[in-house]
């Protein structure tokens, strides 16, 4: 984060907290344009501002220094989840009532909300969308495809386990979280779904051991099992239930 410009760092701060720049300026009593100057770096805000900024979007901070420039941190609900809450609430909906309308789970909306699922599969977000008649800022949309892109791969796209409308059905590595968002199993195959399907009968695919996943598309069989075994060894003993591969 230390070469990530001030600007930049409240843009994504505010991205996390599903606001526009209008509704930061709101807060702060300033313009569209101000807030647009501030992140683009073309104008610093003043000492007074920044305070606000700090109160406003939870940041942490390092005072300034020779050497370093103020800073302002990352931390904060994933884009995904600072914009689901909020349009959920402006809906006046629970949980439950999203899941519904949107045909989920309820553990998957959770999921997704908490920031444990932070780039969903694009049906789901056109669901939640639907549901709640407010489709996904665009912004938002670049911040977690650009999170979530891992370079000369893929994107790593989540999904819930637990919902068989939400497997993926594509040729890919995939990762097994528990609810602790501990890495336990990696597997790959042709088509996702069935080597999921084919766990759904152990004792160890259950909730809460097996609580959310992520699949990077990978089209290639060769490079699927090379990344398979690469991501098995560097796991190594965290890999709790698949342990193949793994150098002792």
Known sequence: MANIPFGERVRRARIRHAMTQADLGDKLRV???TISN????????????????????????TEPSAEKEEEIAGDGPSPMAGWLNRARLEKGMSVPELAEAAGLSAPAVYNIETGRIA???????????RALGKDLPREAKDEISEESTIQGVGELVDFDPHDPNDLPSVPGIYVLYDISERPIYVGQGGDIKVRL??????????SPIVQTGAYVKIEEKGLREKVETLLIRFLKSNAVINKQNVER
């Open 38 to 61: 501030w992140e683009i770096g073309r104008v610093i805000p003043p000492k007074e501002d920044k305070i606000k900024l700090k109160r406003i979007l939870g940041a942490q901070w």
């Open 31 to 33: 313009s569209q344009v």
């Open 119 to 129: 780039n969903p599969r694009a049906e789901t977000v056109r669901k939640l969308e």
């Open 197 to 206: 399907r084919s766990h759904g009968d152990k004792f160890w695919y259950k």
